[in-house]
């Protein structure tokens, strides 16, 4: 069986003061309600599990109701930094659970067949993670300032969500992460650590992140009906 790991606690900083970049409307609803709904609604998926801040479970609760959600889900209170978020995640899933699917909250573009396919590779190959080959020029600079090297783009990926994995090869990664007082931004560091192996997904559709308020036009342009 599969869960979902949606990991909705942060609040964006880099969108301002004060604005919670999930609960943005973008083609009629809230951020969040997209990412969600397209979990809810992927056949692979036997559970949603919410990763919130502490007291924003009824607006998440709301957002459900409007959706008309199928799947069950619960709440998992988020942690200080994103990796503590997603081990509070991984502590509240269903016992039966084999597999997990980790997700922003912010990628509200992410396709059902993309979900799919990672948590098949998850189950063959133990970890998954959608990811799109590195096609601009990357340059290196030491100073900041100036350009030290170019760098070799033939063997770079961009990682995104979701990152899929066994349950039994995710949660003792995180694990050896927290033991040895490393506080990793992506789930895939964690399993390079136990040198878990883990399969590239190759994401051929665009899966943006909501980082900046310039992001919102370009997703809203994704998520319009047919597009």
Known sequence: MTSAIIVAAGRGTRMGPNIDKLFLEVAGRPVIAHTWARFDSTLCVDEIVLVVRAGMEPAFREIGAR????KPFHFAEGGAERQDSVWNGLQA?????????IHDGARP????ELIEQCVRA???FGGAVAAQRVTDTIKQ????????RTVDRATLWSVQTP?????SVIRPAIAAARERGLNLTDDTAACELIGQPVRLVESKQPNPKVTVAGDLP?????????A
């Open 141 to 148: 600079s030491d100073d900041g300032l100036t350009i030290a």
């Open 163 to 167: 990152q899929a994995f066994r349950v």
């Open 67 to 70: 959706l008309g959600v199928k």
């Open 93 to 101: 899933l269903d016992a039966r659970m084999d597999l997990v699917a």
């Open 122 to 124: 998850a189950s063959d």
């Open 218 to 226: 370009f997703i809203e342009t994704l998520l319009k009906p047919g």
């Open 109 to 112: 573009c992410v396709s059902r």
